[in-house]
Nanobody, 120 residues
Framework: QVQLMESGGGLVQAGGSLRLSCAAS????????MAWYLQAPGKQRELVAA???????NYADSVKGRFTISRDSAKNTVYLQMNTLKPEDTAVYYC??????????????WGQGTQVTVSS
């Protein structure tokens, strides 16, 4: 079983910054992808940014140039630096880790979510 512990959400004014952190613990295969998703009220969960254990990032178009994902693979921790925040970034942000285990079984785990609210 894998647990994800998120921190760093909160209330910030438009144009401000926040940094989210997520630490994963448990049995985790070294080749994995850690990611951040957001879910706004009444909408589906969507990818914000992801990074493989090899350090390859992927961003949603809406956050390119404003958000930066990074990770410490030795600590199974992923970060999301969010700059120039906009009211439309307001959502619950979820941390995710996924990897293929023995026999190709796919594992996918989620954190409990952290609220980010950007006021105009």
């Amino acid at each position: 079983q894998v647990q994800l512990m998120e921190s760093g959400g909160g209330l910030v004014q438009a144009g401000g910054s926040l940094r989210l952190s997520c630490a994963a613990s448990g049995v985790i295969f070294s080749s994995n992808t850690m990611a951040w998703y957001l879910q706004a009220p009444g909408k589906q969960r969507e990818l914000v940014a992801a990074m493989t254990s090899g350090g390859i990032p992927n961003y949603a178009d809406s956050v390119k140039g404003r958000f930066t994902i990074s990770r410490d693979s030795a600590k199974n921790t992923v970060y999301l630096q969010m700059n120039t925040l906009k009211p439309e970034d307001t959502a619950v942000y979820y941390c995710n880790i996924e990897f293929a285990g023995y026999g190709g079984v796919w594992y996918d785990y989620w954190g409990q979510g952290t609220q980010v609210t950007v006021s105009s």
